[in-house]
């Protein structure tokens, strides 16, 4: 059975108990840190900085799945502390050039992940998709946390991963019990887990955990 990749969206975590959070995370087993970077001009919110990436590095080991809703990422990977073995995730709707960005990522030992809009169709992206390592499908429109699935977009990550059988197809947004079924059957292996599952405020980080291990 292929692995499911639950990357806890730390954005929906507790700020102010962030290290113990996380400390609770890791021990439920979670993969990579979904950390949400925006910049109030990609999308109308400003979430998660550079002093909190730096903070986890110098406690955790834990690689971290950096999500990038900024514009032109090609030219401030240089900003966060980034370190081989992380996943780097740019918009496809902020950069010129994709799979030049895309290179510089590689170039760094990570692997290089394409965000899409709910918007954005496959086909804008069809052409520079083996410069990447796999596509972030956007299952709500990016900027906060709390929102509902856009009807339809299921069938959006069944299309991707029919477009990319071999590369990682990671869905992010609305990431509840139910719909990480749906989209774990409709071929989604990694899945960004935020306020509508780990952290709903119903379980506790286990039993959520728990949980989500059964349905996926
Ligand atoms: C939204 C972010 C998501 C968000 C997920 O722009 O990319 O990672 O934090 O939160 P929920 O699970 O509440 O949709
Ligand atoms: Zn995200």
Same mark, same amino acid.
């Given at each position: ?11 929906? +975590?507790?700020q ?10 890791? *021990?439920c087993?979670? #993969?990579? /840190?979904? $950390? ?37 990422p ?14 780097v ?22 692997k290089?992940?394409? +965000? ?12 520079? *998709?083996?410069?990447f #390592?796999? /596509?972030l $499908? ?28 071999d ?50």
């Amino acid at each position: 059975m292929n692995k499911i990749y639950v990357n806890p969206s730390l954005m929906c +975590a507790d700020q102010l108990h962030m290290y113990d959070e996380i400390t609770d995370l890791l *021990a439920c087993g979670a #993969d990579l /840190l979904h $950390i949400d970077v925006m910049d109030g001009c990609f999308v109308p919110n400003i979430q998660l900085g550079v002093s909190l990436m730096e903070a986890i590095r110098k406690s955790f080991d834990a690689p971290l799945d950096i999500h990038l809703m900024i514009n032109s990422p090609g030219d401030k990977l240089g900003f966060f502390p980034i370190r081989p073995g992380d996943w780097v995730s740019i918009h496809y709707e902020t950069d010129r050039h994709p799979a030049r960005t895309a290179e510089k990522i590689r170039a760094l030992g990570c692997k290089a992940l394409l +965000a899409l809009d709910p918007e954005t169709p496959l086909s804008a992206c069809a052409d520079v *998709a083996d410069c990447f #390592d796999g /596509l972030l $499908i956007m299952t709500v429109d990016p900027g906060y946390a709390g929102q509902k699935l856009i009807p339809g977009i299921i069938g959006k990550i069944r299309r991707a991963r029919e477009l990319l059988p071999d590369k990682i197809i990671e869905a992010d947004g609305n990431v509840s019990f139910e719909n990480a079924e749906m989209m774990k059957a409709a071929g989604a292996d990694a899945l960004v887990c935020g306020s509508s599952s780990l952290f709903s405020g119903k379980y506790t980080r286990k039993k959520a955990t728990e949980i989500l291990g059964r349905i996926i």
